[in-house]
């Protein structure tokens, strides 16, 4: 770094310890600077913007004024490094460790099972680590706002909940503590149970919290805010300076000068738009410590509040103002905590500023339309004085911009006491229920003076309807004078829609939705205003119950996790069936487990960065690196001609190039690579590098697109049974439909991650990747630099998550990144920025499918005839493989006498979409099970009982021939609906829709069939590696890859139980190629069954070798044999391998034995649904699973409820918007949503199966990795329940077409309530749409 320090230098803490750096570079964050600089790689880095959490860490001041020290959580990645002055930071490792004592918050995290591949776990640690340092005992509602921001891909958030809930004060629940049944299964029965149930965790184990055991304040911090005289800290990076005045009148002056240069807050604008839109700012102002700017003043008519206080500051001055005013007098103040208190993340509340966000001007701001439409003002000051300006309509002026003048600083923001008759309401609607900004925001204020109904004053603001904070003014001058009523209101709608209109392909989409949600939050005000006069007796109606809408529930409440017990002869010490925490847990919690980007750098290491296309197909004329060359630290370019062995990788006869040298056929395809010094100087030269390109002619996006111009992957594939067409010709009834399922995009919290080493002799390599199939990344390492895969070594030692994501596509990128390893002979890294994870690497693949069902009238269906339309992007990838288990499922659990099903893999100019949980059968079943509910409305039957009907009984053979039992899933499905208590459930949602007009209730109970293996028969076969060491300690090695789904935690129980050892002996270091080879990958659920035999028969053989040992000295130790075993030349290693089982399928027969066995289960679902706004809520999830005899329970719970809400967010939350030319908008976490926190079912039980056994896998068990995403589909057609009810109220009956993802937009518009269907249609083909429907 070229820094220079002009004055004064930074000190600050991190973990106790003093750190002083007066070199600072502006553009250096906090995160980069502990990962990097002080190697503390606990702190994650997920995404860069704020949006994910996993580099959350705790930040501590002392404020000279009121002489305490506050605590606050903060996203690293956004802190720049020079605004820490006087700041005492606490990382995941200053909170403890496993070399001194773990913190109660590591440890309960831990132990609850709340960490599976750990990613985001040292970011939870911290976020609820801040949290009890300001609250020892909190509330589930301050736990659940303070995890708001921590995203988790892994775990479905549940036992990270009951984890943090052991805190709460009311945790005393008889079940709080992750047992069975309970007071809260809807069972008052006090009486205790007959015998005690199994447990996931043990509360009793816990560590109490000690608060006196915490770090303290740095008393020289104290020291320094006490008496040090503040001085003004200048420093400048490679391109940016950075000043931080300590006065108003300094700053007044520096603003004066540099116009142009931004006050840096919070830098939560200032900071992304750095990051993400490239922006450079030579001087950047940071007036943190102008103490006017965080002054807080009363007056008889409002408060005025600095401008540079955060968001959460004035949340909770707020939250203290209001109790010591009349009610009356804080309607705008309450408005405003009810915004701020949805607005962003706590991380993003504690340090965004107030200013920051008014400044901002962003046009979906949540606070601008509140603090409008209250009357607000702003003072702001120049040196050409002070002023003050109203913030109205024409304080916005364009996207982004404000009429204060560049000069100008805001100081305070005045927010006024309300009048007696007052109303202030504020509204939003967020693609996220939390951490999201709105789709749509408003603040309403209405005045009525002396007990009148009459309208005096009235002000409507929105934001998300425009460039800019929008005010309704014609609306309101349509109600301002009138009596509030129905005839004004009505009148009201109707200027609105004619004021407010927003074109149809207006930026950001969702164009009707957005229109009707400012006619339904009018709406919403104008029943709350109604209550309110009539609470004041100005209006006597009352308010029909019916007609009130209340907020959706939200208390996450304890759920069940049942479990069989273990046998009740097996030994204590047998830790088989046993609900042990994940091996890695208490390292993932103390952020001590190594992943790939934490591996310290080596001496000469350089950084990758992909140059991608930004054309969706075109040939590339010309490439000009000079420019990129020429930058500071850049070391080379790699393009395709540098690559000395095979430059394509072939699969099912098609050529993929790795990079690509005349002609891109998808946005993100990558082109060439740029090596330099640092991952910063990497991505500047990325940025640098010129191509230009000839636009090829139409490109191919959607399905249907592919389907005109007949452009698909082959081959093709159809499986039918019985004999379709004759079928139809009898049956009562035919009914068609179809249902396009978007994709999704894996989100593992660890973007692509690799490092390649050149040994330094005979071309040998050593390759660390984030990688589930170790072999295929060597495999294409070394092909590609043409040498042999016995000189590459690839090491996986765990990933943060993976998902199917990290096979394929990883390999590729570790082939390319070694082609920099080999040309600069140095080490080099590659990790994927989020953005770029998401625009290059693809995700699951979006389906069209198209049914045909032939039915009698008594329910039973007799032909189906579906087709199928995956969109698999530019290349063929294992989309064929994909469509394949596509038809493989698409019976599910129903014995369709005629079934005919055909499936294509379309070749569009999307990028190439890749294995992804599931591998097609969530989007298969999808089609299959919204063809059942279909039926069941066209007979107007509920859709339960048509599922039931048609089910799978007695022996039974699928539509390719293989023959099963469907007992277990019939059990599954009774026991489901008896533990959800259905029919009583399913009358109590039909009088709820009675009783609530604009809030639904719905209901779905969904079953599954989940095949199990590789129908590609070498697929199934494992091998492992045990060393038994003299001392006893044993070391396994096998084929499986760690991702958080736990495996290493199994084989360990597996070796355990086979060496009659405890588990504590064994240790899995990492998967290598070098000492279990040619692996398959960790996939297709088949992880343990195939590797835990591996390692079972490696470990029979080591006891059995043993055994002349133990007999000879039947009294010694396991120490005591190892060694006698080692001077008796007993070889104490051993290699297992288990062959796997013989699958197949014959597609041209049309049948086969792809499969091992099916896992069952079966999913029930409940949902309330805001109709106005299509925001739901599940209100409870019960699901039971057949999944034999679990090897570890926690690990397999852990899996199903993961599953489930990957399966939520694929169904009802994540949606991947493309440009009309391809270009994926969605590219991190703030325009991509997976689940969070706040989409954790109310209550989510979880049900194995009881006396149950498999005996095709390792002691019984099931692989259960795949099958439990489809259940997340459970909530989708509760919400399509809940929306028929809706509609119902329009007078629509009958199906209806709801899309997946089912998110609020759609769930909205398929309500059609009053206000969607006020919406005029835009005619389809008349404009260009924002986003593409691929
Ligand atoms: C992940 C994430 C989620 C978010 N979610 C939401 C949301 O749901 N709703 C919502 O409304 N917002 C949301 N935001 C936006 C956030 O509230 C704003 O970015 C924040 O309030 C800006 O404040 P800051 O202090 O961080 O600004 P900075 O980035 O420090 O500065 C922002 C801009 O304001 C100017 N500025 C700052 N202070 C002053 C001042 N005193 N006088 C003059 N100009 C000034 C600066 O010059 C700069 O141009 C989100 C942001 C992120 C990163
Ligand atoms: S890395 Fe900081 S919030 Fe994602
Ligand atoms: S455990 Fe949370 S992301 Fe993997």
């Known amino acids: 770094m070229s820094s220079k320090k002009e004055g004064g230098d930074i000190c600050f803490f991190i973990n106790g310890k003093k750190v002083t750096e007066s070199h600072a570079d502006p553009e250096t964050t906090l995160l980069s600077f502990l990962r990097e600089r002080l190697r503390l790689t606990g702190t994650k880095y997920g995404c860069g913007g704020g949006g994910c959490g996993a580099c959350t860490v705790m930040v501590s001041r002392y404020q000279p004024a009121t002489k305490t020290i506050v605590h606050y959580s903060a996203n690293s990645c956004l802190l720049p490094l020079c605004q820490l002055h006087g700041a005492a930071i606490t990382t995941v490792e200053g909170i403890g460790s496993t070399k001194t004592r773990i913190h109660p918050v590591q440890e309960r995290i831990a132990k609850a099972h709340g960490s599976q591949c750990g990613f985001c776990t040292p970011g939870m640690v911290m976020s609820m680590y801040t949290l009890l340092r300001n609250k020892p005992q909190p509330t589930m509602e301050d736990i659940t706002q303070a995890l708001a921001g921590n995203l988790c891909r892994c775990t479905g958030y549940r036992p990270i909940v009951d984890g943090c809930r052991t805190f709460c004060q009311e945790a005393t629940c008889c079940r709080a503590s992750g047992a069975a049944n309970c007071c809260l299964n809807g069972d008052e029965s006090t009486d205790e149970p007959e015998h005690e149930e199994p447990r996931l965790f043990d509360k009793e184990e816990f560590l109490p919290l000690d608060p006196t055991q915490e770090l303290i304040f740095p008393p020289e911090l104290i020291l320094m805010a006490e008496t040090g005289k503040p001085q003004t800290l200048t420093f400048r990076g490679e391109r940016m300076s950075w000043v931080s005045p300590v006065s108003l009148e ?31 700012h030579p001087l950047i102002i940071s007036p943190t410590r102008v103490l006017e700017l965080f002054e807080v003043s009363q007056t008889p008519q409002g408060v005025w509040v600095g401008a540079g206080c955060s968001l959460a500051e004035v949340h909770s001055l707020l939250e203290k103002l209001v109790p010591q005013f009349p009610e009356e007098k804080t309607e705008l103040f309450r408005a405003l905590i009810q915004q701020l208190g949805n607005l962003g993340s706590q991380q993003i509340r504690n340090v965004a500023s107030f200013g920051g966000n008014i400044m901002s001007a962003y046009p979906n701001s949540d606070l601008n339309p509140v603090l409008a439409a209250g009357n607000c003002k702003v003072s702001v000051i120049s040196n050409g004085g002070r002023r003050e300006v109203p913030l109205n309509q024409d304080f916005f002026v364009s996207f982004g911009k404000t009429s204060v003048k560049p000069e100008e600083i805001a100081v305070s923001v005045f927010i006024p006491f309300t009048r007696k008759g007052e109303f202030v309401r504020a509204f939003r609607q967020a693609p996220r229920k939390e951490s999201s900004f709105a789709t749509v925001t408003t603040g309403m204020r209405v005045f009525f003076p002396g007990g009148s109904r009459v309208v005096q004053d009235v002000s409507v603001y929105y934001g998300g309807v425009g460039p800019t904070t929008v005010s309704a003014a014609k609306t309101c001058a349509a109600i301002v004078t009138r009596p509030w009523d129905d005839e004004t209101l009505s009148r009201a709608y109707d200027v609105l829609l004619d004021e407010l209109v927003l074109p149809p392909s207006a930026p950001g989409g969702k164009v009707d939705f957005r229109r009707s949600l400012t006619l339904s939050f009018l709406f919403k005000f104008n029943l709350e205003v109604l209550q309110k006069l009539r609470e004041m007796d100005v209006i006597a109606e009352e308010l029909p119950e019916r007609m009130q809408t209340q907020p959706l529930p939200r208390e996450i409440q304890p759920g069940l996790q049942e479990f069989q017990h273990v046998p009740k002869d097996q030994s204590n010490q047998d830790p088989v069936g046993r609900p042990i925490m994940h091996r890695s847990a208490i390292v993932q919690t103390t952020g001590e487990a190594v992943y790939c980007d934490d591996l310290p750098r080596t001496d000469g290491e350089l950084f990758l960065a992909l140059v991608t296309s930004s054309r969706a197909h075109a040939k590339i004329l010309a490439l000009d690196v000079s420019e990129a060359l020429q930058l500071p630290g850049v070391v080379d370019v790699i393009t395709a001609k540098d690559i000395p062995g095979r430059k394509v990788r072939t699969l099912f006869g098609y050529d993929e190039e790795l990079l690509a040298e005349a002609e891109v056929s998808c946005v993100g395809h990558m082109i060439c690579a740029v090596v330099a010094d640092t991952r910063t100087h990497a991505k500047r030269g990325a940025a640098a590098v010129k191509i230009s390109y000839e636009d090829l002619p139409e490109p191919l996006f959607t399905v249907e697109d592919a389907i005109e111009k007949s452009s698909f992957f082959e081959p093709q594939r159809i499986i039918e049974r019985g004999n379709v067409t004759e079928a139809f010709k009898t049956v009562d009834q035919v009914h068609e439909g179809q249902i396009r399922i978007g994709g999704q995009e894996h989100f593992y919290m660890e973007t692509q991650s690799m490092l390649v080493v050149p040994v330094g002799e005979e071309t040998e390599f050593n390759a660390y990747v984030s990688t589930q199939w170790p072999t295929l990344t060597q495999e294409v390492i070394a092909e590609t630099l043409g040498i042999p895969s016995n000189r590459v070594t690839c090491h996986v030692k765990r990933m943060g998550g993976a998902f199917g994501g990290k096979v394929t596509k990883t390999a590729i990128l570790a082939g390319i990144t070694s082609v920099a390893a080999w040309k600069t002979n140095r080490a080099v890294r590659c990790v994927l920025e989020r953005g770029e994870d998401m625009l290059i690497t693809g995700g699951r693949h979006p389906v069209l499918g198209k049914y045909k069902v032939g039915f009698m009238n008594d329910g039973r269906i007799m032909a189906a005839d579906i087709q199928y339309y995956a969109n698999a992007g530019n290349a063929v990838d294992e989309s064929p493989l994909v469509i394949e288990k596509i038809l493989l499922h698409m019976d599910n659990t129903y014995n369709f006498p005629n079934l005919r099903g055909r499936a294509a893999a379309c070749r569009t100019n999307m990028p190439s979409n890749t294995a992804f949980r599931g591998f097609g059968v969530p989007q298969s079943l999808m089609v299959v099970e919204n063809m059942m509910n279909d039926v069941a409305v066209v007979l107007g039957r509920p859709a339960d009982q048509i599922r039931e009907l048609n089910m799978y009984r007695g022996p039974s053979v699928t539509p390719y021939k293989m023959e099963f039992s469907p007992e277990n899933m019939l059990r599954c499905w009774e026991e489901c609906k008896l533990k959800s208590d259905y029919s009583a459930r399913r009358k109590a949602v039909d009088q709820f829709n009675l009783q609530n007009r604009w809030k639904k209730r719905g209901m779905a109970i969904i079953p599954i069939k989940y095949g199990i293996a590789f129908a590609e028969s070498f697929l199934n076969q494992a091998a492992a590696l045990v060393h038994i060491y003299t001392d006893g300690s044993v070391l396994v090695t096998h084929g499986g890859t760690e991702m958080g789904q736990g495996i290493h935690t199994k084989m360990q129980q597996v070796a355990s139980r086979e060496l009659h050892i405890p588990p504590a002996k064994i240790y899995i270091s990492e ?132 599953a489930f809400m990957q399966g939520l967010g694929l169904f ?83 199906p209806f077409s709801l899309d997946s993802p089912a998110t609020p937009e759609r769930a909205c518009l398929a309500c059609a309530s009053p206000f969607t269907q006020k919406i005029p249609a835009s005619k389809p083909g008349s404009f260009t749409p924002w986003a593409l429907n691929i």
């Not at 002056?253 to 900071?271: E, R």
Request: with cysteine; proline share 7%.
């Open 1212 to 1294: 009802t939350l994540e949606e991947l918007k493309f440009s009309p030319s391809g270009l994926l908008y969605t590219r991190g976490p703030s325009q991509y949503k997976i689940p969070g926190v706040c989409d954790v079912p109310l209550r989510f039980n979880v049900y194995m199966l009881s006396d149950t056994h498999n005996p095709h896998a390792i002691y019984s068990s099931k692989g259960i990795g795949e099958p439990a995403i489809f259940l997340g589909s459970s909530v989708f057609y509760a919400i399509k329940d809940a929306a028929a009810a809706a509609r119902s109220e329009s007078g629509l009956v009958g």
């Open 1071 to 1202: 998967t290598s190629t070098n000492t279990v080879p040619n692996t398959c990958p960790s996939a297709a659920s088949f992880g343990t069954d195939a590797n835990g035999m591996a390692v079972k028969i490696a470990c029979q053989t080591l006891y059995q070798r043993l055994e002349p040992i133990r007999k000879k000295d039947p009294k010694g130790s396991w120490e005591s044999w190892t060694k006698a075993a080692f001077f008796e030349k007993i070889s104490l290693s051993a290699v297992g391998y288990y062959r796997g089982p013989d699958l197949y399928m014959d597609w041209e027969k049309m049948e086969g034995q792809p499969y091992l066995y099916f896992v069952f289960g079966v999913c029930c679902c409940e949902v309330e649904l805001d109709g106005l706004t299509g925001d739901y809520r599940t209100v409870r999830t019960d699901i039971v699973v057949d999944i034999g005899r679990s090897v570890n329970p926690s690990v397999d719970i852990g899996q199903i409820e993961g």
């Open 250 to 280: 300094e700053l007044v002056q520096l603003k004066t000068s540099n116009p142009k240069a931004p006050l840096v807050m919070g830098n939560t604008h200032v900071g992304p738009d750095i990051k993400f839109k490239g922006v450079v």
